[in-house]
């Protein structure tokens, strides 16, 4: 019986057999899962591939209880989100996240710098955003365990030089994520689709603006028109800085809350970062796991509301509110 496999299950095919790690096997593998048409005449083959990825799974596991130490690809997540550079060689990366952060990132004229990804806190306002550069990517190769730290993050903002050949390195890193199941939109993780568990929020941004035409720039935006925003920058000046770290704000659908306790002023200084949607219930878990149920009622300032309102634990939160639980 024919198996009318498609284009997609053969280009995960290609990857599985060129593959040179367990990893990239066991990705390649899932992809062709997903994609390979569900029916009789296909049967003993999706079989075979859950066999090997049950196989690969089990090696997996075995291996991580001999390793020592850590995952380097496992950059845990804090401040008010992670955003996780990708791109090619030398599109500044590095450069950027040593720009905007205070992390020990090492910068170089030379390809391949970054060995490992390296986080840095970017601060927007009085928030603070995960900034993770990464190692750089090409069609043909992608390190070992970076898709587990790209496909974690909460927004993925691929790099290119818009000096030089950008629209070549930004379709091809698109085009290495896509192909990895990763499907790419500029609209805030709160409105990605719930029924696809690929979709992520994402952004295009071009640097070296100042060494480069702005038509270059408008290129690009038209190459993404309707599903990728491209954003220019230079981290060599610092150009479009504010507007990129605004922006990355927005994607990651979050609110900033201050607390305060009963007769003391509020602590302006470090807001609680949540989801969007989130509601009193879902702050006091997050100042510790025992006060919803400890909690009688809670008092809040904001837009909207008149100074002090007492509100219900299901009360949502807006950006900027201060709250006030009673226990």
């Given at each position: 019986m024919p198996t009318n496999v498609t284009p997609e299950y053969e280009k995960a095919d290609r990857r599985f057999r060129e593959a040179s790690t367990d990893q990239e096997k066991l990705d390649a593998l899932q992809e062709m899962l997903s994609t390979i048409p569900k029916h009789k005449g296909t049967e003993k083959m999706q079989a075979d591939i859950k066999r090997r990825i049950s196989q690969l799974r089990k090696a997996g596991a075995k291996k991580s209880v001999a390793k020592k130490g850590p995952d380097p690809f496992h950059i845990p997540k804090t401040g008010a989100g992670q955003v996780v550079l990708v791109g090619a060689p030398n599109v500044g990366k590095?450069?950027?996240?040593?720009?905007?952060?205070?992390a020990p990132v090492k910068v170089a004229e030379y390809p391949y710098t970054t060995a490992l990804p390296m986080p840095g806190m970017w601060h927007?306002?009085?928030?603070?955003?995960?900034?993770?550069?990464?190692?750089?990517?090409?069609?043909?190769?992608?390190?070992?365990?970076?898709?587990?730290?790209?496909?974690?993050?909460?927004?993925?903002?691929?790099?290119a030089d818009a000096a030089g050949d950008g629209l070549e390195e930004a379709d091809m890193a698109a085009g290495v994520l896509a192909e990895r199941g990763?499907?790419?939109q500029s609209i805030p993780r709160n409105q990605l689709s719930p029924d696809d568990p690929n979709a992520r929020s994402?952004?295009?941004?071009?640097?070296?603006?100042d060494l480069t035409d702005p038509e270059n720039i408008e290129t690009f935006r038209d190459l993404y028109a309707g599903t990728?925003?491209?954003?220019?920058?230079?981290?060599?000046?610092?150009?479009?800085?504010?507007?990129v770290c605004r922006r990355l704000w927005e994607l990651l659908a979050v609110v900033r809350v201050y607390t305060k306790r009963p007769g003391k002023?509020?602590?302006?200084?470090?807001p609680f970062t949540l989801p969007m949607g989130s509601s009193i219930e879902d702050l006091a878990r997050g100042i510790h796991r025992d006060l919803p149920e400890k909690m009688k009622f809670a008092r809040i300032w904001g837009e909207g509301r008149f100074d002090g309102q007492q509100v219900h634990r299901?009360?949502?939160?807006?950006?900027?509110?201060i709250v006030e639980i009673h226990e």
């Open positions: 590095s450069m950027l996240v040593a720009a905007t952060t205070n927007y306002e009085d928030a603070q955003i995960e900034l993770v550069d990464t190692p750089p990517i090409t069609a043909e190769h992608m390190p070992p365990g970076l898709i587990g730290t790209i496909r974690l993050a909460d927004v993925i903002a691929i790099m990763l499907a790419l994402a952004i295009v941004i071009a640097n070296k603006v990728l925003e491209v954003w220019p920058v230079s981290a060599a000046t610092g150009e479009g800085f504010d507007a002023h509020a602590d302006l200084g470090d299901t009360e949502l939160l807006h950006d900027k509110d």
